[in-house]
């Protein structure tokens, strides 16, 4: 099956400072979604990303498909982003996701 | 906002016990999905479903089945539980558009299963 990999697997931040996380896929996909695991363990999707660059606010997301791999980029960190980042990808068409297994990022204040 | 709710947060059963959880979308969602995840496995597909009584094996099955008798409810069910299901079990939903590409899953907060 399709292989998932981040980095970095851990990452501890200053408020306020910038961080740019990565997913590498094995093949190519139909879907591609980051997620923010809360301290509390609740999963929030981030971006529905297979292609192409999103925002929203403070986080941003760019997928190159042709290169297999995408990133997410938080800027100007809060405590509140603290957490574990995961990507997860479809690349059979049946909404059928392998996540990959996570950047574990703290923002100290 | 899309509503995915798991019976309990935390669970604690014995050794051949017979466990339901239960997961409930309020979205009218076709699909349905139960992960559990494990530290340093990230999240793990073990049944989802693509509509009413349908079920489909993830990538760990063996020890779980499911039902799902109704749209908004999906249960997983371990027949006999074992210590090694001791796991976060995570359920989610997500709308099908398979003619436009697959959307996003919406997730619940987890129940914290300890099979003692």
């Known amino acids: 099956g399709i292989q998932v990999e981040q980095s970095p697997p851990d990452l501890i931040l200053q408020e306020g400072a910038n961080s740019t996380l990565r997913c590498n896929f094995s093949d190519s996909v139909n879907n591609l979604q980051w997620f923010h695991q809360n301290p509390w363990g609740q999963l929030i999707n981030l971006f529905y990303?297979?292609?192409g660059t999103k925002q929203n606010g403070r986080l941003s997301a760019t997928t190159v498909a042709t290169e297999r791999y995408s990133l997410l980029y938080i800027s100007s960190s809060q405590t509140t982003d603290s957490g574990v980042y995961f990507c997860?990808?479809?690349?059979?068409?049946?909404?059928?996701?392998?996540f990959g297994t996570g950047t574990r990022l703290t923002i100290i204040p | 906002d899309v509503k995915v709710t798991q019976s309990s947060r935390y669970l604690v059963k014995r050794t051949g016990e017979k466990v339901f959880l239960e997961c409930v979308q309020d979205?009218?969602?076709?699909?349905m999905f139960w992960y559990r995840q494990d530290p340093g496995l990230g999240l793990r597909l073990i049944y989802f479903?693509?509509?009413?009584?349908?079920?489909e094996k993830g990538d760990i099955p063996e020890g779980y089945s499911v039902s799902r008798e109704k749209k908004e409810r999906f249960s997983l069910i371990l027949e006999s539980a074992s210590t090694n299901q001791t796991s976060m079990y995570l359920c989610?939903?997500?709308?099908?558009?398979?003619?436009?590409?697959?959307?996003?899953?919406?997730f619940g907060p987890g129940t914290r299963l300890t099979v003692l």
């Open positions: 989610a939903s997500s709308l099908s558009v398979r003619d436009l590409g697959a959307d996003t899953q919406y």
């Open positions: 479903s693509y509509d009413v009584k349908m079920k």
């Open positions: 997860a990808v479809d690349n059979f068409g049946n909404e059928k996701l392998t």
């Open positions: 979205m009218d969602h076709e699909n």
């Open positions: 990303i297979p292609s």
